[in-house]
């Protein structure tokens, strides 16, 4: 085969790919219904169970690692969401759930006071 007839054939088998993609939905109501499965969303749902969760229970919601789950509480639960986490050991493991939630508009002000300040 020259490299004339590969470069059209790929090409070709491209463009066919490309025209059978189905096209995204642009309207919002669609965006929302596939938001709500996200992991994100799984994490604090766990955590703000009555009971709270173990490590465990979120790698098996996720599929993370164990490093990664305490990296998420971290830095995306505390920080950036700027939730308070309880954490008490029990004989089952150590139990971790959500406590005194911040509202969104002290998290609002907070990075606005961050940013000024620097």
């Known amino acids: 085969m020259s490299k004339q007839k590969v470069e059209s054939s790929s090409r070709v088998r491209l463009a066919k790919q490309r025209a059978s993609k189905p096209r995204k939905s642009s309207s919002p109501r669609a965006a929302v219904s596939r938001r709500t499965a996200t992991k994100h969303d799984r994490v604090p749902a766990l955590l703000r169970s009555a009971g709270g969760t173990t490590i465990a229970a979120i790698m098996r919601a ?43 508009s002290a998290n609002r002000s907070k990075a606005a006071a961050g940013r000024t300040d620097a």
């Not at 969401?81 to 005194?100: C, F, H, M, Q």
């Open 62 to 104: 996720t599929g993370w690692q164990p490093h990664s789950v305490r990296g998420f509480l971290a830095g995306v639960v505390k920080r950036k969401l700027g939730l308070k986490l309880a954490s008490e050991k029990t004989n089952s493991g150590r139990l971790y759930r959500i406590v005194g939630e911040k509202s969104a």
